[in-house]
């Protein structure tokens, strides 16, 4: 008797499911570890990039013996009238512009020296002043122009010109900004005005603390010495808005020191790391966590109702997005609130603020120290008490080895961070 064998054509629906079970389940697994390496390459990058603007940072000391100065250039010569956006810069350019031929940038170097045409004079003729208007003049096209060095690939905003996220004045963004110490009083300005002299528009010392902007618009050609001891006080960080400074003044150790880290520019999202909030009023100047009021208690990843972009209403005024601006809000931090922290004004961008140091790597921000060197600093390091008044001359730092590694001679002994 003959007996017939039976073979299976396909699968059972049961061992479909299950193979499309297990291909998920692989999926799951593997999509996180390929984003995980992604993000690892991009803080690669970032930090290269980083030593790269280090590098250019030294070749530029080594060439005029002095660090790129934060907040300088051109200014009127009228003492009073409104200050010309046009003519001059108002010695606001930051010092990432200084660094431009250092880092293969001589031909947006030599732009930004012979200027560009902007308006007309009496008699008709194109004014183009050297050195470049005003910062946020997104029509002089240097200032319009994306620098890949200053930028960190884990940051999504967009420089393109037809992109939302782009700064609305037409300027270019950066992520790499500079050390300004663990302080707040007259770190705006470095205690000097528009014209490059200690004024503060007639405030005395023991009043500049309720003062938002201190005289850093005004062009008054007096010095005060007072003023000039009390910005000397307070300006402890390797880079000093409006004034030189050089290695030679960093007495704690060039790898004790912080040159540079990051800033997360805008996206308009509400995020703390790269939302701005302006109005504060001067608590924040004895009591630096003062903002953090402002954040939302359900996502302290964001601001809370009432504290959104509308706090930021004027052209451009965000983080990080203007590369060639040497203020705090644009190309310049305080190691006051650990890494991932808020940034708050008092008024607007030229008035007493805190800046933080962010990124959008995970728990952390790539730092660039005075002796060339990049470190990974996380969010968790050791940041004091941030509710301390900020202290004066070569006092240690109330803000823990973060507020330490941010002076420039203040003595104090930092390890195991």
């Not at 405030?203 to 003062?211: W, Y």
């Not at 009432?306 to 040497?326: L, P, V």
């Not at 060339?372 to 004066?392: E, F, Q």
Request: net charge negative.
């Amino acid at each position: 008797m003959s007996t017939k064998s039976h073979q299976r054509g396909g699968f059972t629906l049961v061992e479909i499911l299950v193979s499309i079970t297990i291909i998920a389940i692989l999926i799951a697994i593997l999509i996180p570890a390929v984003q995980h390496v992604r993000e690892s390459a991009r803080r690669m990058t970032c930090a290269d990039r980083m030593k790269q603007v280090g590098l250019a940072m030294h070749n530029y000391h080594s060439s005029f013996n002095q660090l790129p100065s934060v907040m300088g250039g051109t200014t009127a010569s009228a003492v009073d009238g409104p200050s010309p956006t046009l003519t001059c810069n108002r010695n606001y350019l930051g010092g990432l512009v200084a660094l431009l031929p250092m880092l293969e940038q001589q031909a947006l170097w030599d732009q930004i020296v012979a200027g560009g045409p902007l308006e007309e004079d009496t008699l008709g003729n194109m004014v183009t002043p050297s050195m470049g208007p005003a910062p946020w003049i997104g029509q002089f096209k240097p200032w319009a122009t994306d620098v890949a060095f200053l930028r960190c690939p884990s940051d999504p905003a967009s420089s393109d010109l037809s992109s939302p996220a782009y700064g609305e004045s037409g300027t270019s963004r950066s992520n790499y900004a500079f050390c300004m110490g663990d302080t707040i009083l007259l770190v705006h300005s470095g205690g000097r005005n528009e014209a490059g002299f200690y004024d503060t528009d007639g405030i005395e010392p023991s009043d500049l603390s309720t003062s938002a902007l201190a005289g850093v618009k005004t062009r008054t050609r007096k010095n005060r010495n007072d003023i000039a001891q009390l910005a000397r006080s307070t300006n402890r960080g390797l880079f000093w808005a409006r004034h030189r400074t050089s290695f030679r003044d960093c007495t704690d150790g060039l790898s004790n020191t912080i040159a540079m880290s990051e800033i997360a520019t805008h996206l308009g999202n509400n995020e703390i790391i790269d939302t701005a909030i302006f109005d504060q009023g001067t608590q924040m100047l004895t009591q630096p966590n003062f903002c953090e009021q402002a954040i939302d208690p359900n996502r302290p990843t964001h601001w809370g109702a009432g504290f959104s972009e509308g706090n930021q209403s004027f052209d451009a005024e965000k983080k990080g997005t203007r590369w060639c601006d040497g203020r705090l809000l644009y190309t310049a931090f305080q190691t006051i609130l650990p890494p991932g922290s808020v940034t708050c004004f008092s008024l607007r961008d030229a008035s007493h603020g805190l800046s933080s140091a962010t990124s959008r790597h995970v728990e952390g921000v790539s730092t660039l120290f005075a002796d060339g060197s990049v470190r990974y600093i996380t969010t968790s390091i050791d940041a004091g008490n941030s509710a301390a008044a900020p202290v004066l001359g070569a006092q240690p730092s109330p803000y823990g080895i973060w507020g330490a590694l941010g002076t420039r001679s203040s003595g104090e002994i930092v390890q195991n961070y």
